[in-house]
């Protein structure tokens, strides 16, 4: 927390008056922060001290005064404005409000920051204290202009608290994507063997059902995930629209995603390459993205997120043709006349995250929009279920299950085209988790 004092050795002298003024500067040194990509030592991160603080002074209508700009460089005087005694500095009587931006150097306005794309940011990499360049110092942390006040506790003194926060918020996605054991080789040899024996003439063992049908049991090897994008993005923190790349401009000979800013997404290697997903992220590491938050009146507030897979997929279909009379029933059923082993498909597919939950207690509510200094965290796992297939989900072994229930693939080949809906863990640079809601 900042927090400026103005203090004067007599009674104030009238408004414009040339008689300059104390102020006392104060910020908050403990500003605590999560792992960033390379992984947790501990569990929070605090700024001990930023490279630079620029204060900005303002009169009652808004306008830049005498001095406007002041920057804060050396290390003794920022160490004195993060300390409980506190930076001094003479300013104007005219001054009325104070802004600060903390963490930027530079900054020769505050309206300056919208000149900062988002593509510079997302490039800051680091947590560590020796890491002065990364993340956890370059990122600009804003205090809004504020009114001064008078001092309830000394009428000849001016106070005014200012609380910077990062002007970004933050999405940090770990995890990884788990196939269901309904969806997995040995549940589905069960099933085939067990539920889809052929009919024989006058066999008494055979599968059947009472509605001719065609029954297709997958299952899915070799999973992985081959690339993470941050889409409808604000390119600037001031920008009317965002950054929005939909499916025509992914180009399915090549599977690359034409356009899009290779900071706002990161690529994998296949499976068991060196740089394959489980390879990567592995000791904590997380793919982490800085996004310019929306207001909450816009409908496009969210930014999206957008998971590419890359699996391999087995089906055999069992076709329930035969119009047979089954003596224990009674009637005629239509009995299981073969199973067809269909070709191998290799798919490469997409997941797109739109909506995001937050619990609130005890129940889920829509996010509304991504808030400054805030990081949401979302763990991959959530999106498991999109995979599940053949028999009701949560089946753990061949006892459990009950009945028979294929369900079609929750992905599609292109982006933008399927939703998931999750529920997101946040944080004051603490961290809000992101659960989900399947669609």
């Given amino acids: 927390m900042l927090l400026v004092a103005a203090t004067t050795s007599c009674s ?8 300059e003024l104390t102020l006392l500067i ?39 005064t005498e001095p406007y700009r002041v920057e804060l460089k050396k290390e003794a005087d920022i160490k004195k404005a993060m300390s409980d005694e506190g930076y001094e500095i003479k300013v104007r009587q005219a001054v009325r409000k104070v802004s600060a931006v903390a963490g930027r150097s530079g900054v020769w306005k505050a309206a300056d920051l919208d000149k900062v794309t988002i593509d510079q940011l997302q490039s800051l990499k680091g947590a560590d204290e020796a890491q002065k360049g990364g993340f956890l110092y370059k990122v600009p942390y804003v205090a809004p202009v504020k009114d001064v006040e008078t001092d309830p506790n000394n009428a000849e003194r001016l106070i005014v608290t200012l609380q910077p926060v990062p002007n970004v918020a933050r999405l940090e996605i770990s995890g990884d994507i788990a196939i269901p054991t309904e969806s997995q080789k040995t549940i589905a040899d069960w099933i ?31 999973f992985t995930i081959r690339g993470i994008y941050l889409n409808n993005y604000k390119e600037t923190v001031g920008a009317a629209s965002r950054n929005f790349l939909a499916s025509d401009k992914y180009d399915t000979t090549g599977k690359v995603w034409t356009g899009h800013r290779t900071e706002m997404h990161t690529l994998f290697g296949a499976l068991n390459e060196a740089n394959n997903y489980a390879k ?27 998971v590419e897979v890359e699996y391999t997929l087995h089906t055999r279909v069992g ?7 089954n003596k224990d029933k009674s009637d005629y059923v239509y009995a299981c006349s073969r199973v067809e082993t269909k070709p191998v498909q290799k798919l490469r597919r997409f997941i797109t995250i739109r909506k995001f939950l937050v619990k609130k207690g005890t129940k889920d509510e829509s996010l509304v929009a ?65 659960d989900t809601e399947l669609e």
């Fill in 280 to 306: 990567t992220m592995t000791d904590g590491k997380v793919d982490a993205y800085q996004i310019y938050p929306g207001e909450d009146t816009d409908p496009e507030a969210l930014d999206h997120i957008i």
């Fill in 12 to 19: 104030r002298s009238p408004q414009g008056s040339d008689e």
């Fill in 26 to 64: 104060k910020l908050s040194s403990t500003t605590p922060f999560r792992a960033i990509e390379d992984g947790a030592h501990q569990d929070a991160y605090e700024v001990g001290d930023f490279q630079t603080i620029t204060l900005f002074f303002y009169d009652a209508q808004d306008n830049p």
């Fill in 192 to 222: 085939v063997n067990n539920k889809m024996i052929p009919y024989a003439k006058g066999a008494t063992n055979y599968s059947y059902v009472a509605s001719p049908c065609e029954l297709p049991i997958r299952y899915i090897e070799d």
């Fill in 370 to 434: 991504f808030e400054a200094g805030k990081i949401y965290r979302i763990n991959l796992n959530y999106l498991s279920p999109l995979f599940s297939m053949n028999t009701n989900p949560d089946i753990n072994e061949t006892g459990d299950i009950t009945e028979i229930t294929p369900r079609r693939e929750r992905t599609d080949e292109l982006p933008e085209e399927t939703t998931a809906a999750v529920l997101v863990d946040v944080s004051g640079w603490t961290h809000i988790n992101i």
């Fill in 319 to 325: 076709y329930f043709d035969a119009f047979v009379y």
